[in-house]
């Protein structure tokens, strides 16, 4: 039998043992052992050496103690097999602090930005914009003293902002809840297949 085809036969077993998980979840893992087999392959290829691959899959164990170790590892969250790195899925907890910080952020940002919005109207000449750093940095904020800010030309200031603040905020907490509705709808479909 040759060596493509012992891999096959070693890969479609892997796959029937991983029955208890979802398709796409069994097919990540195929093409992980695969990946890893031809990596192996190919490492020992560059070495000048000859690849045994009844050796590189004796190394990996039977398809059905492999498959129950990822199974495990999906579904119950314990250690990967030995060797191996954590697939994907298993990082969900990884994925849900970056949708909290995504909203967090893209939320406080565009109320924030509302809220100049409504303190320009308030008071126009206390609100402005500057360069800072020579430069470098935009700075958005209330002035302490406009009075003295009237002498920096440096300053831009009026009612301007409010439409222009009113409008980054609303498309900013738009833009942050569609990305964070796509996150939600990619991550479930990816746990559903």
């Known amino acids: 039998m040759s060596e493509r085809k012992k891999v096959r036969q070693y890969l479609d077993n892997l796959n029937r043992y991983l029955s208890p998980l ?3 979840e069994a097919q990540e893992v195929v093409r992980e052992i695969e990946s890893h087999i031809y990596d192996t392959i190919d490492d020992i290829e560059i070495r000048g ?14 398809p059905r103690e492999l498959a129950q170790q990822y199974v495990g590892h999906i579904q ?7 060797g191996f790195a954590a697939i994907p899925l298993v ?13 967090c952020f893209g939320y406080f940002c565009g109320i924030a930005l509302i809220a100049l ?6 008071i ?3 609100i402005g914009v500057w360069s800072e750093a020579d430069g470098n940095s935009i700075v958005i904020g209330m002035l302490e003293n406009p009075m003295l800010a009237q002498e920096n030309n440096e300053v831009i200031r009026g009612f301007w902002l409010s439409p222009v603040a009113l409008i980054a905020g609303y498309l900013i907490l738009m833009m942050t809840h569609k990305v964070l509705q796509f ?3 990619f991550s479930s479909e990816a746990h559903h297949d």
Request: charged content about 20%; overall charge neutral.
């Open 91 to 103: 990082k969900k907890g990884l994925s849900r602090t970056v949708s909290v910080s995504l909203m």
């Open 22 to 24: 979802s398709d796409y």
């Open 183 to 185: 996150i939600r709808q």
């Open 76 to 82: 119950h969250g314990t250690p990967p097999p030995t």
């Open 124 to 126: 126009p000449n206390g």
């Open 117 to 122: 919005a409504f303190a320009n109207l308030l």
């Open 49 to 62: 050496e000859i690849a045994d691959v009844e050796v590189i899959l004796d190394r990996l164990g039977a």
